[in-house]
């Protein structure tokens, strides 16, 4: 498992992985179709305008 930097579950979850080195994570990353923030990110789940919605009910 591998977690974007902020790792923290709740935020983004993980991203499944068989890499075992630094240089296996950065080719893994190279070639992705999609980033593990897109993958994972629970503002996404919930909506196409997720982050959108919640600006525009004050939470940032």
């Known amino acids: ?5 902020v ?4 935020c983004t ?3 499944e992985s068989s890499a ?4 296996e994570v950065i ?4 070639v992705a179709r999609l980033t593990e ?3 994972t990110r629970a503002d996404d789940r919930i909506s196409e305008a997720g982050m959108e919605d919640r600006k ?3 939470y940032f």
């Open 1 to 5: 498992m591998r977690f974007r930097t």
């Open 13 to 15: 979850g993980c991203v």
């Open 56 to 58: 525009r009910q004050g």
């Open 7 to 10: 790792g923290d579950v709740t």
């Open 20 to 23: 075992s080195t630094v240089a």
């Open 27 to 30: 080719a893994e990353t190279a």
């Open 37 to 39: 923030r897109g993958a």
